[in-house]
């Protein structure tokens, strides 16, 4: 079976990815410490894909997503919800527009 090419990642991507990059950062955990705690959990990314993931080069599959939030301590719909940190839109720019400073998309979530 061969790999198919993925597309840029979507509004759910670029939440999660800048969702992980902020908790990250807030907690002082550095790509080898998140590592080692999915490691923990039976879900290893390895610290390559974790950058990978911050600069949206990866996506991150269910199974990720499930891991991610759990070394959190989140539930996934939280990771998949808009950073509300933005100072500019808040998470919640105006529907059919994006935040230029996060990059947050005002589309509707289906």
Known sequence: MSETRRGPLGP???????????LREQRLWGYKEVEERLTRLGRPIPATGLSAIDAGERHVDVDDLVALAAIFD???????QPPAD????????????MCMECETSGLPNY
Do not use: I
């Open 86 to 97: 933005c100072g500019t839109c808040h998470g919640a720019p105006p529907r059919g527009f």
């Open 74 to 80: 989140l539930s996934v719909e939280e990771l998949l």
């Open 12 to 22: 759910a991507g670029n939440n999660v990815r800048r969702n992980v990059r902020r």
